[in-house]
């Protein structure tokens, strides 16, 4: 295969990616809608947390942990912040990490597989 045949492939799959990102964003959205009528948080660290654990185990590589943990942080952050976009509450907290940078664990500790 050529690079022209190779960045086709890579196109149609951000083109599924992208339908993805938002599909998953307008479930969050009705999540955001029933927080919001029951008065809950938007930001649910434990979640968050089940979230990247669980997504770091599927991992099949070769993306490494620290790479799926930092894709998964913009996506949870950028749930919150689209909620908050349409009206549904308040996050109760930011997540440990500053923006959608999200920080390496400590040397030796690597996370996930791949």
Known sequence: M?????????????TAMLHLLNLRTELALEVGRLKNEEGVALRAPAREQEILARMK?????????EAIGNIYQVMLNESIRTQE???????????????NRVTSPPAGRRQGRG
Not at 2 to 14: L, S, V
Not at 85 to 99: D, I, L, Q, V
């Open 85 to 99: 976009r349409h009206g549904f509450g308040k996050a109760a907290s930011e997540p440990s990490t500053k923006g």
């Open 57 to 65: 185990e599927l991992n099949p590589g070769p993306l490494d942990g």
């Open 2 to 14: 050529r690079i022209d045949d190779w960045r086709r492939k890579i196109d149609a799959i951000d």
